[in-house]
Structures are given as C-alpha cells and as structure tokens.
C-alpha cells in the first residue's frame, strides 16, 4: 500500500481529487466506485470544482456506489442515493444512466445483489474504487466478521456503525439495522483503490489496518493484499503509524526512481 500523509482535510481532499481527475482523463469511459460519509465530501467537492473551472468530463463515466441502506426509497433523504445526487451528481455532467446505486427498497435483496455484481462485470469491472472506513475498521458496510472473499450481499449493522452514523438521522433508532453493500471480494476486484481517512478519531483503526494483521475483524486491512491500494490520510489520522518517515521518504522520493526507471 502506498501511504500519502497531508497536512490537513482539504489537501487529503484536493490529493484524492486530482487522482480520481487523472484516471477519469486517461480513460474517459473509466468505472469509479464510490463511497458516502462524511470523509469523501472535500474530495466531491473538489471534483465538482474541476468540472467547473476545468472542464473535467463525466459524461462517459459509470458509477457504482459500495452501499445502500436497506428499506430506505432511493429519493429518502438519508439515503445514500440521495447523498451521492446532492454530493456530487447534481453538480457533474454525469450520464444518469450510467449511476449505479444498490436499491434500498428492493423487494428482493438477493436477487438485487447478485444482479448488481453482474451490472459491475458487464461493464469490464470497477476501474478505480474511493473508500472511507468506519470507526470499526469496516470498508463499504463489511463489518467486523465479514468474510475477506464476500461479494454484494445484505448485511446487518454494527453497534458502532449504528452511533457513528447517528449524527446523519434525526433519532439514533432512524437509523436502518441492515443495508446492502459490496463485498470485500468485490471491492479487491477493482484494479486501483483509494482510502481515504480523516481525524484523530480514525489514528487508532489507521494504524491497525495498514501496519497490523489483516484480519476479517478490520476489513480495510484486506487492502494489504491488493496489489495497486493507496491510503491518503490527514496529519491527525497519521497519528499512530509507527513507520511515518519512511511513508513520507516514499513520497518524497518516488518520482525520483520512478523517472529513474523511465516511468
Ligand atoms: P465517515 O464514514 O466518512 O462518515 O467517517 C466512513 C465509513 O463509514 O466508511
């Protein structure tokens, strides 16, 4: 994995950001995975202004988000759905037809679930995939427990999952108990992954996915196993790694054997 340090929210936004603009400009018609909460807002953000100011062109790219809260309509306003349309969407020249949702009110989860894994091949596969982490560890709603080699599939929320998403919802009790979401099998098939983690809250699970086991009690810390994963974190969620220098000697550093090697 390779793990970027910025100073502060807005550079791990602006950071994350520029990343996503260069896949989209070396593949126009490029498959992005995207996430919900409140992490990935400065990186929509900053998206948004680059469609504006300079030009960067959504109209080709497909979309498919990790997770839906089960029950809730797509049009519900704490539905992630609804996040993604007021967070970005609106704001892109996004091709609706190509935006793809889990859909919350399903009358049939299962079969919805493995319709949506065949919505992902038929497209070639998620090119590039943006993730936050819950306090859990969790990536998407894999949750303490989830099988490293799970694909989309309904799952029931974590006690801590349920408080740390309170703050979204009126009342705690609001917030839904299951949802669907794309396995952590899913989210390896993806070519490139970024995570990106903000807060001093975040330093203690940082540290436990990128420098501990991999273990299905920290789902992010499957991201150890795939090949091209990139962690972009804030000063405070940097906190607890042990080996800090040696991330930022590699950022300081890469260009330099990269041109070396003519790359
Ligand atoms: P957050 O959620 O960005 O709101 O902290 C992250 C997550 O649960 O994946």
Redesign the pocket.
């Known amino acids: 994995m390779e793990i970027i340090i910025t100073a502060d929210y807005q550079e791990m936004s602006t950071t994350c950001a520029r990343m996503i603009a260069a896949e989209i400009k070396s593949k126009y018609d490029l498959v992005l995975g995207l996430?919900?909460?409140?992490?990935?807002v400065g990186t929509y953000k900053e998206l948004i202004r680059m469609h504006k100011d300079e030009g960067l062109d959504f109209s080709k790219v497909t979309t498919f988000n990790l997770d839906e809260y089960l029950g809730l309509t797509p049009l519900h306003k704490d539905s992630y759905n609804f996040f993604m349309w007021d967070n970005l969407f609106n704001h892109v020249n996004i091709n609706p037809a190509k935006v793809y949702v889990p859909q919350g009110n399903t009358d049939d989860p299962e079969k919805f679930c493995e319709w949506y894994e065949e919505q992902i091949k038929r497209v070639g596969g998620i090119d590039l995939q943006l993730?936050?982490?819950?306090?859990d560890g969790?990536?998407?709603?894999n949750e303490p427990g989830s099988s490293l080699a799970s694909r989309t599939r309904v799952k029931s929320l974590d006690e801590q999952?349920i408080k740390?998403?309170a703050r979204?919802f009126e009342r705690e009790d609001d917030v839904p108990r299951f949802a669907i979401t794309m396995g952590v099998g899913t989210i390896l098939d993806a070519r490139k992954i970024i995570l990106v983690?903000n807060?001093e809250k975040?330093a203690k699970v940082c540290a436990q996915f990128i420098e501990g086991p991999v273990t299905s009690q920290i789902t992010a810390s499957a991201l150890q196993l795939h090949p091209h994963a990139t962690v972009i974190l804030d000063k405070p969620a940097a906190s607890r790694l042990a080996r800090i220098e040696y991330y930022n000697w590699v950022r300081d550093n890469k260009y330099v054997v990269q041109k070396r090697i003519g790359r």
């Open positions: 996430a919900t909460g409140g992490t990935p993730l936050g982490i819950g306090g969790h990536i998407a709603f999952t740390d998403n979204f983690a807060g975040k």
